[in-house]
């Protein structure tokens, strides 16, 4: 069972990711991983069993996924936030991916992540 939703941005203060069309992908990750942690601490916010562990964003990728190692469980999640590069900015959705033997339990909590994440 997931205790732990570990939520990182995929870039940082020191990497700032693609950047096209005037957005920087790092920026628009760092604000929809606000978003995200808000609206999953709200969706749980009875369930005192799981925990929201962000990144931090002056953190390098290095010292988060160091960070994150020294208390993670396999049982627990991890999103990491990517905008994939296209030239068609009417492009639109998310995907949510579970690991291959991912339990009803976590497919729903994946499930109910992504629905979370496309209604921002």
Known sequence: MVNKIYIEAGHNDNDPGASDHGYIEAEEAKKDKNYLIRALAFQLQHRTD????????????????????????????????????VDNQNVRGVEVWVKENASKKEIDLANQICETYSKM
């Open 50 to 85: 799981i925990k929201i562990i962000p990144d931090v964003d002056s953190e390098n990728l290095s010292q988060t996924i160091s960070r994150f190692k020294k208390t993670a469980k396999k049982e627990d999640a991890l999103i990491s936030l990517h905008y994939n590069a």
